[in-house]
């Protein structure tokens, strides 16, 4: 199983960017998908989640902001972050709880899975 992350780069306070992130492999089923991010010297803290049905939570600092969804067909979650603020700078990862498939049955547990991350950096 394998998170591949895009649609990090730099932008100008105010502006916007879009971040993909696409779940490949032997997968049976994926529950919850969220983005984080990490700012230098800061710790890794979650930036919005959505469950399979649907159900978002947001970090206040991003609410009215950032809109999380998914394609669940594709098993693709994204991020749209709008009106973004320098201090929106950090390197962001996508992560899934997921049932992977094991010889062609599926998992009995849910396991995290971690994309490699995206650079967004916004000047002001």
């Known amino acids: 199983v394998q998170l591949q992350a895009s649609g990090g780069g730099l932008v100008q306070a105010g502006g916007s960017l879009r971040l993909s992130c696409a779940a490949s492999?032997?997968?049976?089923?994926?529950?919850?998908m969220g983005w984080y991010r990490q700012a230098p010297g800061k710790q890794r803290e979650l930036v919005a989640a959505?469950?399979?049905?649907?159900?978002?939570n947001y970090a206040d600092s991003v609410k009215g902001r950032f809109t999380i969804s998914r394609d669940n067909a594709k098993n693709t979650v994204y991020l749209q972050m709008n009106s973004l603020k320098p201090e929106d700078t950090a390197v962001y990862y996508c992560?899934?709880?997921?049932?992977?498939?094991?010889?062609?049955?599926?998992?009995?547990?849910?396991?995290?899975?971690w994309g490699q991350g995206t650079q967004v950096t916004v000047s002001s």
């Open positions: 492999g032997s997968i049976f089923n994926i529950n919850a």
């Open positions: 992560k899934a709880n997921l049932a992977p498939l094991v010889a062609g049955k599926p998992e009995e547990y849910e396991y995290e899975y």
């Open positions: 959505i469950t399979s049905s649907g159900s978002t």
